[in-house]
C-alpha cells in the first residue's frame, strides 16, 4: 500500500513536471538564477578569503638583533617566542644571511654596495621574522617584547635593537579592521542575497501551486489525501531543483574558465582551478541547495491550500 | 442517512444564505433540491462536502458530525461521497482515463484493479473511444459523463450532484438524469440539486424546496412549485 502510494506520487509528480512545460522551464529558470547567486557567493568568498590571505601573509613582525649578537642568545629568544600560543611561526635570518639579502636586493646599486665594502664589517644584525595565527594577535605578540611579560629575561631584551611593529602598527590596525569588515560585509551581503533569492523561488513554485489550487480542491474532493496531494508537487519542486543544479553547473563551466584566465591576478585566485578542485563539493552544495528548496518550497506552497 | 439540524449559513453578518435547515435523507433516497439561483442549494452541497462549515447547527453522517472530523476523517468520509458539478471539476491536466484512475488511486486501489474497473465504467457511460483525450477537447455532454463515471467509480454511498445538467442541452441532460436514476435504483442515495422544472417534474420522486435560504416545501412526491 504505502509502495504503491510512493510510486504514484512519483509517477504524478514526474508527468506534472513533464506536462506543466513551460511553467517547469520558468521555474527551472528562477531556481537557476537562485543557485547561480550562492555559488557565485561561494567563489566570491573564496576570491577574498584568497586575497586576505595573500595580504596576511604579507605582515609580520620583525626582531632585529644588535650586530654581534650571540646566535645562541638569538635562539633562547627564538625558542621563547615558539611557545607564545599566538605565534605561528619564528623565521631565523642570521646576519651573514641578512648581508647576502640585502646585497642580492642592491645587486644593480653599486655606490651602496661599495659603501658597503668600505665598511670592513657587517653592519646588519640578526632578524626574528614572526608570524601570528591571526592577524589581529599582533599586537599581544609585540606586548611580550615591552617587559612587561616575565617570557623574555632582560637579557635577551638588551641584544633586541628594534622592532618594527610599532612603525607598522597603524598599517597592520588599519588592515585587520578592513578585513574584519570585508568578511563580515560579504558575509552579511552573501545572506540577503540568498534570502532575495530564496523568497523568489519559494513565490514562484508558490505561484505554480496556485495556477494548481482548482485541482488541488478536486483532489480534495474525490477523497486524496494530503499527503497524496501535496506529494506530486514535491516531487516537481525537487525535479526543477535537480535540473537548475545542473543547468547552473554546466552555466559555471564557461564561466569559471573565461575568470580564470582573464581575472586570476585581479581575484588572487584561478577560478577555474578552484572549480575544478572543488567541483564535488560545489556540485554537492548545488544540488543540496536546489533539492532542498524546490521541495520544501512546494511543501509549504501546497499546505496552504490542503488546510480546510 | 444524512441530517441537517438547525443548520444556519452566512457568510455575512446581515444575511442569511441558509437559515434554521432541517432534513433527513434516508437510505437509498433520490431526493431534488430546488430552488431559483441565490436561493442556497449551493450552500447547502457545500455544506453536506464539508467545503464549508455551518454558522450554527449540525450536519450528521449517520452518527457523525462532518464538521468536526479530522484532516484524515474528512478524506475518508468524502469517499462514501460522489460529487458532480455544474462546471464538471475535472483534472484538466488528466486524460479521461486518468480522471477516473485519479479517484481510485487516491483511495489506494491497487493497479490491477483500476485497469479492470476503468474501461468498465468508460463503456457504461459511453467514453471508451475517448479515453486518452483531455477534458478540455471533450463536448460540455462528454465531460458531465465522466464526471458521472469518476463519481460512482468507487461505488460511493451518495451521490451529491449540483446543477449537473446546468451546462447541458435537453438531450444529453436527459442522459444524465436517466444515469442517476439508475445509479440509484442500484441502491445509491442520490441528492440533486437543481432548478430544472422538466426534470424534476419527470422524476416524480422526494423534492425539497429552497427559497432565499429557508425550506418551503417537503414533499414525497413532489413537483417543481415556486
Known amino acids: 500500500m504505502l509502495f504503491t502510494h510512493v510510486k504514484r506520487i512519483v509517477r504524478t509528480g514526474f508527468h506534472n513536471f513533464i506536462r506543466n512545460g513551460f511553467t517547469s522551464v520558468a521555474s527551472i529558470l528562477v531556481m537557476t538564477i537562485t543557485l547561480f547567486v550562492i555559488t557565485s557567493l561561494v567563489f566570491i568568498q573564496a576570491s577574498l578569503s584568497a586575497s586576505l590571505n595573500n595580504i596576511e601573509s604579507k605582515v609580520d613582525i620583525t626582531v632585529y638583533f644588535i650586530p654581534g649578537s650571540l646566535e645562541s642568545d638569538i635562539q633562547n629568544v627564538q625558542s621563547s617566542i615558539e611557545k607564545l600560543p599566538e605565534v605561528k611561526e619564528v623565521i631565523y635570518t642570521s646576519q651573514t644571511e641578512a648581508l647576502a639579502d640585502f646585497k642580492s636586493k642592491h645587486a644593480n646599486d653599486y655606490l651602496t654596495l661599495q659603501a658597503l665594502d668600505e665598511l670592513n664589517a657587517n653592519p646588519l644584525g640578526a632578524t626574528l621574522q614572526i608570524k601570528a595565527q591571526d592577524l589581529s594577535q599582533y599586537d599581544s605578540i609585540a606586548k611580550y617584547f615591552s617587559g612587561t611579560n616575565n617570557v623574555l629575561s632582560s637579557g635577551a631584551l638588551s641584544i633586541i635593537s628594534k622592532i618594527d611593529y610599532n612603525q607598522n602598527k597603524a598599517v597592520i590596525n588599519k588592515l585587520n579592521s578592513i578585513i574584519n569588515g570585508a568578511n563580515k560585509l560579504g558575509l552579511g551581503i552573501s545572506l540577503i542575497l540568498i534570502f532575495i533569492s530564496v523568497l523568489i523561488t519559494f513565490n514562484t513554485m508558490r505561484l505554480i501551486i496556485f495556477m494548481s489550487r482548482d485541482e488541488i480542491a478536486v483532489m480534495r474532493l474525490v477523497g486524496a489525501g494530503s499527503k497524496y496531494i501535496q506529494g506530486p508537487f514535491i516531487v516537481s519542486g525537487i525535479l526543477v531543483g535537480f535540473s537548475a543544479s545542473i543547468l547552473t553547473i554546466l552555466l559555471f563551466f564557461p564561466v569559471s574558465i573565461w575568470l580564470g584566465n582573464n581575472m586570476s591576478s585581479f581575484l588572487g585566485i584561478n577560478l577555474f582551478q578552484y572549480f575544478k578542485s572543488n567541483f564535488f563539493q560545489l556540485f554537492i552544495i548545488m544540488l543540496s541547495s536546489g533539492v532542498l528548496l524546490g521541495g520544501i518550497s512546494s511543501a509549504l506552497a501546497a499546505m496552504r491550500y490542503l488546510r480546510k | ?226
Open chain 2, 1 to 226: 442517512m444524512i441530517y441537517f439540524n438547525n443548520v444556519t449559513k452566512r457568510y455575512n453578518k446581515s444575511e442569511a444564505s441558509l437559515e434554521d435547515i432541517n432534513f433527513s435523507v434516508s437510505r437509498g433516497e433520490f431526493v431534488s433540491i430546488i430552488g431559483h439561483s441565490g436561493a442556497g442549494k449551493t450552500t447547502l452541497t457545500k455544506l453536506l462536502l464539508a467545503e464549508e462549515k455551518p454558522t450554527e447547527g449540525t450536519v450528521f453522517f449517520e452518527s457523525t458530525d462532518i464538521h468536526k472530523l479530522s484532516s484524515r476523517g474528512l478524506t475518508k468520509f468524502r469517499r462514501k461521497i460522489g460529487a458532480i458539478f455544474q462546471d464538471f471539476r475535472l483534472l484538466r491536466d488528466k486524460t479521461v482515463y486518468e480522471n477516473i484512475a485519479f479517484a481510485m488511486e487516491a483511495t489506494g486501489r491497487e493497479d490491477a484493479e483500476i485497469m479492470q474497473d476503468v474501461p468498465h465504467i468508460l463503456e457504461l457511460v459511453d467514453l471508451t473511444n475517448k479515453a486518452f483525450h483531455y477534458p478540455n477537447q471533450l463536448s460540455g455532454g462528454e465531460k458531465q459523463r465522466l464526471s458521472i463515471a469518476r463519481a460512482i467509480i468507487n461505488q460511493p454511498e451518495i451521490i451529491l450532484a449540483d446543477e449537473p445538467t446546468g451546462n447541458l442541452d435537453p438531450l444529453n441532460s436527459t442522459e444524465v438524469i436517466n444515469i442517476l436514476k439508475k445509479i440509484n435504483e442500484l441502491g445509491t442515495t442520490v441528492i440533486l440539486a437543481t432548478h430544472d422544472k422538466n426534470i424534476v417534474n419527470q422524476l416524480k420522486k422526494r423534492v425539497i424546496t429552497i427559497k432565499n435560504g429557508h425550506i418551503i416545501r417537503d414533499d414525497r412526491e413532489g413537483k417543481y412549485m415556486i
